[in-house]
């Protein structure tokens, strides 16, 4: 019996392994820990936070630990840019319950399809020459938009005001009206560090289809960023004057992109009464 006994009491002996444990995002620094069912939104930021448990220490009761935060999309894409840092502290036997603790902040982009992300930890114990890693779940609720091989205009709608979540239920508007056509626009391709170049402008048509004006100068889209823009929203507007004779007509929104040489058009009729 003494053998097993030995190695019953060896074996209480044997040091935990290196791992990343008590996960938490919150809303905000310091904040308590959201559910896990919690949906974040495009151009938010996630306050994370974790410990660490199981690491070595030198003679001298110290320890030394590397560690890095990234967060990817469902694509296993990342969000931004890798963020490193060590921890070197010295831990005597009355802090036998401390555990380091690491803390960073996790930018959503504002353009980013709605799914299921993570945050990936990975930490190295330099003393002990030991590693762990830890995926934490979080899922956005973004805008949906469908994607496309290709230049292409999504969701064109008409609005009464710029401002406007919900789409005008009857694109009709009167002598004074704003009229507000807002679109996404996808399909783009993308130069040197993600960067777009996208123009877009816009024609009015009477119902026999014969071109009334043509906005003499497109807008114009030309940015980087660390994560690609699945895509790019879009707005135009025209005021409809006081002579403006009451029937349809239509609005017609071109779009070019400069860096994949690709051009395409949309269209949305509405009502003057």
Known sequence: MRPILLFAFASSLVAAPLAVVRPIISD???????PASFEYLPGETLFFSCRVSGFQKTPEEKIHLAYSVQAFDPKGVPLDELFKNEVTEEVTPQDREWMPKIATEVAIPPLIAPGNYKIVVK????????????????????????????????NFHFYRGEDDA??????????????????????????PHNKISISYGM??????GKVLWTQPEPAKEETESFYPKLYLPAALSIVVQKNTTPGQYTIVAQVKDAIGGQTTEAKGVFTVE
């Open 166 to 191: 919900q789409p005008a239920e009857k694109p009709s508007y009167r002598a004074g009206d704003a009229v507000w056509a807002k679109f996404d626009i996808t399909g783009f391709k993308y130069g």
């Open 28 to 34: 905000s620094e310091g904040g308590a820990a959201l």
């Open 203 to 208: 024609s009015i048509l009477d119902s026999s």
């Open 123 to 154: 930490t190295e114990d330099l003393v002990g020459n030991t590693q762990a890693e830890l995926s934490v779940p979080f899922t956005v609720r973004g805008h949906a938009i469908e994607p496309s091989d290709t230049l292409t205009v999504r």
